[in-house]
């Protein structure tokens, strides 16, 4: 009841606000996920090894995130408890957009993804506590969810942005000394823009409620440190509620299925419709303005589907809306490798969106109502090691069975993902998230 009383409830119009930063972390995401690959492959990169390429998000994640938590938590400064790491999460990310495009060689990409990915790092699980400071227990389904909605709307447009840009009258192939095309680089500078502007939006038209002074009192009396930020997150991994350990396993399952399918799907779409493994060739830069096409397609499903389970998580459970959300984007991912052709790749899009909104909201909905209110951010921190740890795993097993196991073929990527995710959607169902009054 405390939570209740102390919160202001606020109109639909201000959770929209404040949640807008989240679409600009998300088109970074969304820049990332759909070109860092084609970008390693335009700059030399061996097909087999691209996911230790991918290290830099699964790691920062691991070290930056809970550590950032659990210090967001015991930062008293004139701009709040979280502001702070959202400014400089959101200007490191912006830098890192700007020059990304433009690297030279293979070491440069990778060294600039790792700045990238550490920005956004730094910006996210404080959004995320952000959300739960500022809304009372009966809102925070519509919090997350809404956050979910930008997810999906924002890496529609980042997934869109280069195949707009050549229907209106940009050549794809037109491309620069390394082979990445003027498109790809325009698409980052948009992404640089938004970064920013979004999360100043949200820090200014709403900002974080005042701490009250007992609250205050009790940060300040043990000193905010490294240490003692190291100190919160042992204990809370100690004192971890049930509902988020049961969650593990899924978490799990799915991320390294959803890690190893924006890996890969350029590649299995080029082998799968355009008969190509070539990256100079003018086949594979259409695969990858389709990768972004149907990547924009199942964002747009995302956006609509977070809206769709509001009242569905709330009826039902977020568990069970969950678990079939899932399975629904494994059997999606399953039938991606036998697809030929453009209309039944975008029918399937239709699963992958369903499930993607799922495991960006229903997930920190469980999470939410199960821990205490004033560990929130160690606990956001905490929780997303339960998303890069499955990454880093993929990092490093999918190179070692690439070529002896999947036979060299991306689709076979897809297929592995596909039985993933639908074990993932039967491990959900396991949860038990506790009961309210």
């Known amino acids: 009841m405390r939570d209740r009383a102390t919160k202001p409830r606020m109109r639909l119009s201000r959770i929209v606000e404040m949640n807008l930063g989240f679409l600009g972390i998300q088109f970074s995401f969304g820049l990332q996920q759909a070109n860092m690959g084609p970008i390693y492959r335009y700059l030399g990169a061996d097909e087999a090894h691209l996911p230790l390429l991918w290290l830099a998000g699964p790691v920062t994640g691991l070290l930056v995130q809970p550590i950032v938590g659990a210090l967001s938590d015991r930062t ?41 990915d550490a920005a956004n790092n730094i910006t996210m699980e404080p959004y995320r506590a952000y959300v739960s400071d500022r809304l009372d227990e009966s809102q925070r389904s519509v919090g997350f969810l809404t956050q979910s909605a930008f997810t999906g709307l924002a890496q529609t ?7 707009l840009l050549v229907w209106w009258g940009f050549d794809a192939d037109l491309v620069d000394a390394n082979g990445i095309p003027d498109v790809t680089r ?14 100043l939006w949200s820090v200014l038209r709403v900002p974080e409620l005042p701490l009250p002074p007992e609250e205050i009192a009790r940060m300040q009396s043990d000193r905010l440190s490294f240490g003692t930020a190291l100190r919160d997150f042992m204990a809370a991994v100690r004192e971890m509620p049930t509902a988020m350990r049961q969650l593990a396993l899924s978490m799990l399952l799915q991320w390294f299925a959803m890690f190893a399918y924006w890996q890969f799907i350029s590649f299995a779409l080029a082998r799968a419709i355009f008969d190509t493994a070539d990256p100079a060739s003018s086949g594979f830069r259409q695969a990858v303005l389709l990768t972004g096409q149907a990547g924009a397609l199942y964002n747009a499903v995302a956006f609509l589907a977070a809206f769709a389970m509001v009242p569905l998580s709330r009826r039902i459970g977020p568990h069970y809306i969950h678990a079939v959300a899932v399975v629904l984007s494994g059997a999606a991912m399953l039938a991606i490798p036998g697809t030929s052709d453009h209309t039944h790749l975008f029918l399937l899009m239709i699963g992958i969106g369903i499930g993607w909104a799922s495991m960006m909201g229903n997930p920190y909905v469980m999470l939410a109502n199960a821990i205490p209110p004033e560990r929130t951010g160690v606990y956001m921190g905490i929780f997303n090691m339960f998303i890069v740890i499955p990454m880093l795993l993929e990092t490093l097993i999918v190179p070692v069975i690439y070529r002896p196991l999947l036979e060299s073929d991306p689709r076979n990527i897809l297929l592995m993902s596909g039985m993933m995710m639908i074990a993932a959607g039967a491990a959900t169902l396991m949860v038990r998230t506790p009961r309210k009054n």
């Open 76 to 116: 008293v400064s004139r701009w709040g408890r979280r502001t702070p790491y959202f400014l400089i999460g959101a200007v490191l990310c912006s830098l890192g957009l700007l020059m990304m495009p433009y690297s030279p060689t293979l070491w440069f990409a990778a060294s600039l993804l790792w700045m990238l």
């Open 157 to 163: 447009l980042s997934y869109l942005a280069p195949s």
């Open 186 to 199: 325009i698409a980052f500078l948009i992404g640089a823009v938004i970064s920013i502007s979004t999360i």
